[in-house]
């Protein structure tokens, strides 16, 4: 593969840019190799600087439902940008992507947009704190909801991926009223809530898990969450920022049949344009300022691009099977793998959740972060540079899903399970 622009590139960024990327997970290292730079891409085809071209299953890390420049999407973002880009003024466009939010999602009475996924989290537990009077959060291991310095105890995602224990910058006392317990353990959110839930101001959690890869959740799980915070008194944040409008149209609240108190958004909700919200019960929202104290503000909240991105993309969504489509196509995708991978006896615990996929290189079930992390890294590393030589663009992590869009056509999902065929058989 000639990647004598990307070098450069990747060269020039270097100098400038920490690590030559805005974000530490791309810097692909886990994986051994270098960013490819991307030029443009269509539909589930990426193209980079040099001109390869990739089935891509990162999806722009997950906003990228619908795929890439879908024509709804682009129609849309163009009208918009005729008119102007930013006005921190409110505008129309605001006000029908809250309507449609609240329709779709019945959890949510109100909702603010805010930038990424990482303000939306770090908000809405402000929003839990205020509301309640208390300080103590409960978080679980290998969820990453963002990198806001309360949360990234035990994280996920890049976390993970580079082995941080927890991050320099961020005083002990700015985390010593967040617990982190292993994910899909009923049993110690009851001890402690039983312990300590009088303190507890929320409990925030990843519905699915998918920044340790991908852990669906135990079939207790969210129900006891929902359970111990109501006894408590504690509010139950859903972190759907990958999950929304991606596991079910309803998102993982809808999937589950769990109504948690406050619900995070990002990705999706913004058709790939940098965006969050978070919205919940009406009367936790309305403490939110200027209705009331909680203090949370954004010059460019709600920029019109954004809105208008994301409304399209949700009008999409609404199509009669569109997830009927993905629930299909990603079981096919999850049978092959593991039927390719038994084949070439290589251990594998490959699943999905609806357009959310995650594959680890190990047998048993992984239920929680220390499953995860029992992973043969090196096999990762060779099966996503096979892939990748295979033209198959994945997540450089094994701590990382991996995503569908409704441009992944049947077509794509046999060649790309020809690639995997090839490559584990030669791991
Ligand atoms: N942390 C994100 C994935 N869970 C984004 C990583 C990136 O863009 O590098």
Redesign the pocket.
Known sequence: MKTVQSTALFERAQVLIPGG?N????ACRAVGTNPLFIDHAEGCWLVDADGNRFIDYVGS?GPMILGHRHPAVIEAISSVLAKGVSYGAPTELEVELAEMIVELIPSVDMVRMVNSGTEATMSAIRLARGFTGRDLIIKFDGC?HGHADALLVEAG??VATLKIPGSPGVPAAFVEHTLSLPYNDSDTVRRVMAEQGDKVACIIVEPVGG?MGLVPPAPDFLETLREMTQQHGAVLIFDEVMTGFRVALGGAQARYGITPDLTTFGKIIGGGLPVGAYGGRREIMQQIAPMGSVYQAGTLSGNPLAMAAGIATLKELKAPGFYETLETRAKTLVQGLNAAAEKAKIPISCTHVGAMLGLFFTDGPVQCFADAKTSNLERFTAYYQGMLENGIYLAPSQF?AFFLSAAHDDAVIQKTLAAAQSVFSRL
């Open positions: 990327v974000s530490p997970v791309r890390w990453y995602s890049g920044n990382e």
